[in-house]
């Protein structure tokens, strides 16, 4: 089994063993379905946010990686290639900030006056 395969067994075992106390409760009354609502929504509002800046982050630490390898087989070609980069990393920062929007966005739903 190769390394991603681990890294992505791994993730699944932390994420379930995360999500054991949320299954092992107890069936809640109307008056607590909202409470139970908005926790839920403040565990995946996190879980947004947290895996899109660990994507952001890994793809600009390839992108940077990338762009060095380059520059530095090609030093005639940098503008070029730094130019593209910027383009790339704030096309990836955009994604994170839209990641962030939409945990806001989960977080800030009054959850009482939509059921």
Request: with cysteine; glycine share 8%.
């Given at each position: 089994?190769n390394?991603?395969?681990?890294?992505?067994?791994?993730?699944v075992?932390?994420?379930?063993?995360?999500?054991?106390p949320?299954?092992?409760?107890?069936?809640?009354?109307?008056s607590?379905?909202?409470?139970?609502?908005y926790r839920?929504s403040?565990i995946v509002?996190?879980?947004i946010?947290?895996?899109?800046?660990?994507?952001g982050?890994?793809?600009?630490a390839?992108?940077i990686?990338?762009?060095?390898?380059?520059i530095?087989?090609?030093?005639?070609?940098?503008?070029?290639?730094r130019f593209?980069l910027?383009?790339g990393?704030?096309?990836?920062?955009?994604?994170?900030?839209y990641?962030?929007?939409?945990?806001f966005?989960?977080?800030m739903?009054k959850w009482?006056?939509?059921?």
């Amino acid at each position: 089994m190769n390394r991603k395969m681990k890294a992505l067994g791994l993730l699944v075992f932390f994420a379930l063993v995360a999500a054991a106390p949320l299954l092992a409760q107890e069936v809640a009354g109307p008056s607590e379905t909202k409470a139970s609502l908005y926790r839920l929504s403040i565990i995946v509002g996190g879980a947004i946010i947290t895996l899109a800046a660990a994507a952001g982050a890994f793809c600009q630490a390839k992108a940077i990686s990338s762009a060095c390898e380059g520059i530095s087989r090609n030093p005639g070609a940098a503008p070029h290639i730094r130019f593209l980069l910027l383009l790339g990393l704030i096309l990836i920062e955009t994604l994170v900030i839209y990641a962030l929007l939409v945990t806001f966005i989960i977080l800030m739903v009054k959850w009482g006056k939509y059921t």
